[in-house]
C-alpha cells in the first residue's frame, strides 16, 4: 500500500489505537514485527497513520497483543476497511485541516455532545450567522475563504440529522448579536426549529444559575463505536484540540454530564430561546 502524505484523522486514532494495544502487551514495534512476519519500520508506518493495514493483519496483531476485546476488535476492523471520501474531501487543502477532521469525526460519530459558552454551536448556526462569525476574524479572512468555511459549515447540518445531538448553550451565546437583531432573531428561530426534531436535545444555561462553575471551554464530545473510541474536541488558543485518552474521556463525560444537570431540561430551554427571540 502507498505511503501516504497527510493522515486524516480517522486513519491516526486507527494508528493510535494499535499502538496503544502494542503497548499494553508490553511489545517493542521490533518484537511485534516479528510475530507479524514484517520489518520493524512497517509497525511504525501502520501506527503513524502512514501505511494502512489490512483485517487479516489488524487481527493478527491483536492477537498477538493479547487483545480479547472483540467489539474494539470489530469497530478497528471496521475503520481499517473503509475507504470512503467523505464530503469534507472536497475541501482538502482549500480548508486547515481541522475543519475536515471535525467533519469526518462528526460524520461517524454514534451521538454528539457539545458545551458552548460564547457562540451557537455550529451544526445548529444559520448560513447569516455563520458568515458573521468568520468576517469577524483578525487577521481578516479572504471574501473566497469565508464562503468556503460558510458552505462547509452548513454541510456539518447532515451529521445531527443522521445521529443523536445534544447541545448546552450558554445565554450568553444566544444573547451576543454576531450581527444584527435580524440575523440574532432568525438565528433563535432556527434553533427552535431543529430543536424539534425527536434526535435533538438543546439546553440552555441561564445567566441567573447559581455557582456555575463546570465549563470552563467549549467542547464537542463524539461518540465511537465503541466508548474506549470517543473522542473529545476542545477549543485552544492555536485551534481545535482532539483528545482522546481514557482520562481525557473521563474527565469530559463527567463535566458533560454536570453542565446538562445544571441547565434547563429541553422544554424550559425551547420556552426560554423562544422569549429572547420575542425580545428582539
Known amino acids: 500500500m502507498a505511503k501516504r502524505v497527510e493522515p486524516t ?42 501505511a494502512g493495514v489490512s483485517e487479516k493483519r489488524l487481527r493478527r496483531l491483536a492477537a498477538n497483543y493479547s487483545c480479547s476485546d472483540t467489539e474494539l476488535i470489530g469497530a478497528l476492523v471496521a475503520m481499517a476497511k473503509d475507504r470512503t471520501k467523505g464530503w469534507w474531501e472536497e475541501y482538502r487543502e482549500r480548508l486547515p485541516t481541522p475543519f475536515l477532521d471535525l467533519a469526518e469525526l462528526e460524520h461517524y460519530a454514534t451521538f454528539l455532545r457539545e458545551v458552548q459558552l460564547l457562540f451557537v454551536p455550529g451544526p445548529l448556526q444559520t448560513e447569516h450567522y455563520a458568515r458573521a462569525v468568520f468576517s469577524a476574524r483578525v487577521p481578516a479572512l479572504p471574501a473566497e475563504e469565508i464562503e468556503l468555511r460558510v458552505r462547509h459549515r452548513m454541510q ?18 444566544l444573547r451576543i448579536m454576531v450581527s444584527d437583531r435580524s440575523t440574532s432573531r432568525a438565528q433563535l428561530t432556527h434553533i427552535l426549529a431543529v430543536a424539534e426534531g425527536e434526535h435533538v436535545a438543546v439546553r440552555v444555561i441561564p445567566f441567573h444559575l447559581e455557582g456555575f462553575a463546570n465549563a470552563a471551554s467549549s467542547m464537542t464530545y463524539a461518540g465511537g463505536a465503541v466508548p474506549k473510541l470517543d473522542t473529545v474536541v476542545r477549543d485552544g488558543p492555536h485551534g481545535a484540540a482532539f483528545l482522546d485518552s481514557e482520562a481525557q ?26 422569549r429572547l427571540a420575542k425580545e428582539l
Open 156 to 173: 456539518r447540518k447532515a451529521a445531527i440529522e443522521a445521529t443523536r445531538y445534544e447541545a448546552v448553550v450558554h445565554e450568553a451565546a
Open 249 to 274: 474521556l473521563g474527565a469530559s463525560r463527567t463535566l458533560f454530564h454536570r453542565v446538562e444537570a445544571a441547565s434547563l431540561d429541553p422544554d424550559r430551554s425551547r420556552d426560554f430561546i423562544h
Open 9 to 50: 484523522a480517522r486513519q491516526m486514532r486507527l494508528a493510535v489505537e494499535l499502538r496503544r494495544l502494542r503497548d499494553a502487551a508490553g511489545l517493542s514495534s521490533r518484537e511485534a514485527a516479528a510475530l507479524l512476519g514484517v520489518s520493524a519500520p512497517q509497525i511504525s508506518q501502520i501506527e503513524s497513520g502512514l
